[in-house]
């Protein structure tokens, strides 16, 4: 009896494991597509809270709520909140564009930027917004006839042109912009219209000292402080049609905008998120994911680490440098600071040893079906076979790649000659002209400080790319380098220095006040050019040549891994990796417990500002008038018991790219703003995991509570549609 009890039990836990790996996507997993929800997650979405119809998130007949929802610049989302084309996004978002705007004299970013009225708001040049006009399932068009028997080359050929066909009869006789971009590994395509906003105004930003409060110390990190938010309005022509950039243009009148809940939210409680995360990686076999994990990003992270010291060096020698770097510093430091999250959240989550037992699983019922047509028994082993192949060339690339753009010599060398030799053929009017220009690069490039930075880093990159990628791209030069001076990565630089034409601005001159024969001689004796030259040709020519078709063979067997792996387990719910389009994420309101012994609750408060405040550390400096507001406890109606909620965690799958996504509540109400994930939590975008993974999103009361009582910028709020319960 006991024997026969302890052999049920067994079985029963083999149900729940295999249960948990495979049927269902663990809970907040999932990046799912808008046209879909209907068919496969409301039900689901419904059970876990949510009070709106399919109908209400994505339709294209009517208004509804992916109408909200825009492309911010390049590479985050936005929402548009009111009526008149008023759009909230992260301040981080907005940052280069608040750097534009600043000097010293009016320094926005360290006081903040507050319009009065219409008339006071600061248009940006070559800023967009973009709406999804629809999104279409286009698989049978482009892969009618198509095989996976024809060569990788063909196939991709053919589909490229019925892409161009599908893409021009979408915008034909519109002012629309269209892609077609594909899923799975090519397994389905979609289409998806666009429509482009060009007049894009700055409407107000918080001090840094609210908008990036913790700074790079509490980027990636909970519990989180920072009020990530500034706002942006979007103008049409009188037709409220896109329109370039004019005084008469007139604020957007949206299809639809987001009303503002003032209930807040409780640890429990459903959200989802509509926004567009950039890239995931979850389909990757553990070979790759320890390639790319844990031997690509130390050495990326080393790299950026010796140049954020550089930076940093360069900004204490005073605001206007500060100024100058500030952008370029805060995007370096962030993937560097997530990079180290994703390493030691592989590291901490197993997911290396996750997936090989994923992997164990697939290869066991490959061998076991009685008929594998497709090849599906031997796909690990040539997984194996193909990676060994493409890991040298890919560390090479990927670590060269981020130590060459890591220096702006490479630009200057690099703009420079094309234009040089590109117009060498051109009337002397021309080239005088791209003469000129190339003077002035220089001038920017010897007064700026970057030749300095460049001087400080470059030993150590060339040490870092050496250590760590495969003798057979090593360039030539690393053998003088040995020879000549005694493997001294700073001798070796410093010689290059003093006899480069790049690295002295007289010299820079001079050579390009030459003709061209005598350039290129001159360059041809040129040491740094000949490092860069040698790098070109191991990096392009030899690792990415081979690259270039190692990745389509891969991606071949990806497509069928994914074919494989929902055959294996059809009950599964699958969902596409990121790629930029509009995805909504759904999960609740969660605490999580970090480390053995450790609770980490589910939102932070003013009191946390007030603790974390440091005179003498810059990222936790916090404002006067906060504090005044604080201690006068003028904090009414955005308070709960008396403390200001500022930021929540949740369990939505998300990445980056979501930075100022919408945050809804089950009414599809905004209840905050995404701008983060917690560090260890960023392995998500390799493998989701529902212990560690949350993500951090700014109260939108706290928005409220801080362009009220701290910017003093009411007219704003009268623009908003607040809900309260
Ligand atoms: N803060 C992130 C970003 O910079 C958002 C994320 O990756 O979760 O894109």
């Known amino acids: 009896m006991k024997i026969r009890l302890a052999f049920r039990l067994k079985i029963?836990?083999?149900?729940?494991?295999?249960?948990?790996?495979?049927?269902?996507?663990?809970?907040?997993?999932?990046?799912?597509?808008?046209?879909?929800?209907?068919?496969?997650?409301?039900?689901?979405?419904?059970?876990?809270?949510?009070?709106?119809?399919?109908?209400?998130?994505?339709?294209?007949?009517?208004?509804?709520?992916?109408?909200?929802?825009?492309?911010?610049?390049?590479?985050?989302?936005?929402?548009?909140?009111?009526?008149?084309?008023?759009?909230i996004t992260n301040h981080h978002c907005g940052y280069s564009r608040i750097q534009a705007h600043s000097t010293v004299e009016k320094d926005y970013l360290t006081n903040g930027f507050w319009a009065g009225s219409l008339q006071e708001e600061l248009p940006n040049p070559g800023l967009n917004v973009t709406f999804l006009v629809r999104m279409e399932d286009v698989t049978n068009k482009v892969l009618d006839g198509i095989t996976d028997a024809m060569a990788e080359t063909d196939r991709s050929q053919q589909i490229s042109s019925r892409i161009n066909v599908i893409r021009n009869e979408a915008i034909d006789g519109t002012h629309y912009q269209a892609e077609v971009k594909p899923f799975y590994f090519g397994k389905a395509y979609y289409l998806f219209v666009y429509e482009v906003y060009r007049d894009?105004?700055?409407?107000?930003?918080?001090?840094?000292?609210?908008?990036?409060?913790?700074?790079?110390?509490?980027?990636?990190?909970?519990?989180?402080h920072t009020g990530d938010f500034s706002l942006f309005r979007i103008y049409a022509g009188k037709d409220n049609k896109p329109a370039e950039y004019s005084p008469d243009n007139v604020p957007y009148k949206p299809k639809k905008y987001l009303n503002i809940s003032m209930n807040g939210v409780q640890e429990g409680d459903f959200t989802m998120i509509l926004g567009y995360p950039g890239r995931t990686d979850q389909y990757l076999t553990s070979g790759a994911l320890e390639m790319i994990a844990l031997k690509a990003l130390?050495?990326?992270?080393?790299?950026?680490?010796?140049?954020?010291?550089?930076?940093?060096?360069?900004?204490?020698?005073?605001?206007?440098?500060?100024?100058?770097?500030?952008?370029?510093?805060?995007?370096?430091?962030?993937?560097?600071?997530?990079?180290?999250?994703?390493?030691?959240?592989?590291?901490?989550?197993?997911?290396?040893?996750?997936?090989?037992?994923?992997?164990?699983?697939?290869?066991?019922?490959?061998?076991?079906?009685?008929?594998?047509?497709?090849?599906y028994a031997g796909l690990m082993d040539e997984f194996s076979r193909l990676y060994k192949l493409y890991k040298p060339h890919y560390l090479a690339y990927d670590i060269g790649t981020e130590m060459l753009s890591a220096l702006e010599l490479s630009s200057l060398m690099n703009r420079s000659q094309t234009m040089f030799f590109g117009t060498a053929d051109s009337s002397e009017q021309v080239r005088k002209t791209?003469?000129?220009?190339?003077?002035?690069?220089?001038?920017?490039?010897?007064?700026n400080g970057a030749l300095e930075i460049d001087r400080r880093i470059m030993p150590s990159l060339l040490r870092i790319y050496y250590e760590n990628t495969d003798p057979a791209f090593h360039p030539a030069f690393y053998a003088t380098l040995r020879n000549e001076f005694n493997g001294d990565y700073q001798l070796f630089v410093s010689d290059l220095f003093e006899k480069s034409h790049y690295t002295n601005q007289a010299r820079f001159n001079q050579l390009f006040s030459k003709s061209g024969k005598a350039v290129s001689k001159k360059l041809s004796g040129d040491p740094l050019t000949n490092v860069y030259r040698e790098f070109s040709i191991s990096l392009m020519a030899d690792a990415f040549g081979k690259l270039d078709s190692l990745n389509r063979e891969i991606n071949k067997l990806y497509r069928k891994?994914?074919?494989?792996?929902?055959?294996?387990?059809?009950?599964?719910?699958?969902?596409?990796?990121?790629?930029?389009?509009?995805?909504?994420?759904?999960?609740?309101?969660e605490s999580y417990v970090p480390a053995d012994a450790v609770y980490y609750d589910w939102y932070s408060t003013l009191d946390g500002i007030i603790e974390k405040e440091d005179t003498a550390i810059a990222d936790y400096h916090v404002p006067i008038k906060l504090k005044e507001v604080y201690v006068q406890d003028d904090t009414a109606p955005y308070a709960i018991d008396g403390k200001v909620p500022v930021c929540f965690i949740a369990s939505n799958h998300t990445s980056g790219g979501n930075s100022g996504s919408p945050v809804l509540d089950a009414n599809g109400n905004l209840v905050g703003v995404n701008f983060d994930r917690n560090w260890e939590g960023t392995v998500s975008d390799y493998a989701y995991n529902p212990e560690i993974c949350r993500n951090i999103s700014l109260d939108i009361r706290y928005v409220l509570f801080i362009i009220d009582k701290v910017a003093d910028a009411d007219w704003l709020l009268d623009e908003l549609t607040l809900i309260k319960n």
């Not at 110390?217 to 909970?222: S, V």
């Not at 791209?434 to 007064?447: A, C, P």
């Not at 891994?561 to 995805?583: H, I, S």
Request: with cysteine; glycine share 12%; net charge neutral.
């Open 12 to 87: 029963f836990a083999l149900i729940v494991i295999t249960g948990n790996a495979f049927s269902s996507v663990k809970a907040g997993e999932g990046m799912w597509l808008l046209s879909l929800l209907d068919s496969l997650n409301f039900k689901d979405m419904q059970e876990k809270g949510l009070r709106l119809s399919p109908g209400e998130i994505y339709n294209i007949n009517h208004s509804s709520l992916k109408d909200a929802v825009v492309i911010f610049g390049g590479g985050c989302t936005g929402e548009l909140i009111s009526p008149e084309g008023l759009l």
């Open 200 to 224: 894009v105004r700055l409407v107000g930003t918080p001090p840094e000292s609210i908008g990036r409060f913790g700074g790079d110390t509490d980027n990636w990190i909970w519990p989180r």
């Open 298 to 375: 130390p050495a990326k992270i080393d790299i950026r680490t010796e140049r954020l010291n550089a930076l940093q060096e360069e900004m204490a020698r005073g605001p206007e440098n500060r100024l100058r770097y500030a952008s370029k510093y805060v995007g370096i430091s962030n993937a560097w600071k997530k990079w180290i999250g994703v390493t030691n959240g592989v590291e901490r989550s197993g997911a290396v040893d996750n997936k090989k037992k994923t992997e164990d699983t697939f290869k066991k019922w490959a061998g076991a079906l009685p008929a594998d047509p497709e090849g």
């Open 434 to 447: 791209v003469t000129d220009k190339i003077i002035t690069m220089g001038e920017n490039y010897f007064s």
């Open 561 to 589: 891994y994914v074919t494989g792996l929902q055959a294996m387990d059809t009950g599964k719910l699958f969902y596409p990796d990121a790629n930029f389009t509009m995805r909504l994420t759904y999960g609740k309101v």
